[in-house]
């Protein structure tokens, strides 16, 4: 498969994204597809449907004590830069050789991010669109062995929590894993009938709300020790491992939007 290496000012993608062993092809050196920055914004009071907590008060969800931001635009991640134990959030500028790529595997182009992240700022959110004609779409954030943090991840325990916010319309169902070694939690987002990938059946994940609002950011929320991945393991691939993965199937024009993706300890 043709992967393509993409920077999409967009998408805002200020996060690094890692994914685990995703069951599309792994990217090549040489064939990879890099979406560019993005940023996640924090929303538990969606008034204008765009997402967006634009009180005083701190979200629960940066109250933590550890962070391993994935996408986290710049204005949250200053607020808990003190607390990040390790930054994998996806780096710019379209480089094959960066040591965090987010690699597309096929079908993604950048989509619109319009109104307000989840944490309520202006800095964008990862926004994937399907393109026409794409047959299946994939992405997957890649975190090389040679990158600093990479032998930090091993210090996520079963009891950090892996944390992400999704806003879309109704009927519309993605695929999203984080994972690590041959272990991946695949779950269904949006609603729908659950994301279905080579025969197997991806289960919804509820948000914590407990019901899935259409074109509002829903708050999801999953603990380490729920998931079965044990970070200490090996790694997936010999270069590295694909820590976060995302599938939005082929229908032209559905558009994947994620932000506040991280891992963290309360």
């Avoid at 899935?212 to 393991?233: C, H, L, Q, R």
Wanted: with cysteine.
């Amino acid at each position: 498969m043709k992967k393509t290496l993409m920077t999409l000012a967009a998408l805002l993608v200020a996060a690094g994204m890692v994914m685990v062993s995703c069951q599309k092809p792994a990217p090549s050196k040489d064939d990879s597809a890099l979406v560019d920055d993005k940023t996640p914004g924090d929303d538990n009071n969606n008034d204008d449907n765009n997402g967006g907590n634009t009180g005083d008060n701190v979200p629960a969800s940066l109250k933590g004590s550890s962070y391993y931001p994935i996408v986290v635009d710049a204005t949250t991640f200053e607020t808990i830069k003190d607390k990040v134990a390790a930054d994998i959030r996806t780096q710019d500028g379209g480089d094959a050789a960066s040591t965090r790529p987010l690699y597309v595997w096929n079908g993604y182009v950048g989509g619109e991010a319009s109104g307000l992240n989840f944490y309520g700022n202006a800095d964008g959110y990862m926004c994937l669109t399907v393109a026409e004609g794409a047959g299946w779409s994939g992405f997957g954030l890649f975190l090389k062995k040679e990158d600093p943090s990479f032998d930090k991840i091993k210090e996520i325990t079963g009891d950090y929590y892996f944390h992400f916010a999704y806003k879309g319309p109704a009927n519309v169902v993605h695929a999203i894993y984080p994972g690590w070694g041959t272990v991946n939690y695949q779950m269904s987002i949006g609603s729908g009938n659950a994301f279905v990938d080579q025969g197997k059946t991806f289960e919804f994940i509820q948000p914590l709300s407990g019901a899935f609002v259409p074109n509002e950011w829903n708050e999801y929320e999953i603990k380490v020790s729920d998931m079965g991945i044990d970070f200490t393991a090996a790694p997936a691939e010999e270069g590295g491992q694909n820590i976060f993965c995302g599938l939005s199937g082929g229908t032209a024009g559905v558009t994947l939007s994620l932000d506040a993706v991280f891992f963290y300890k309360k």
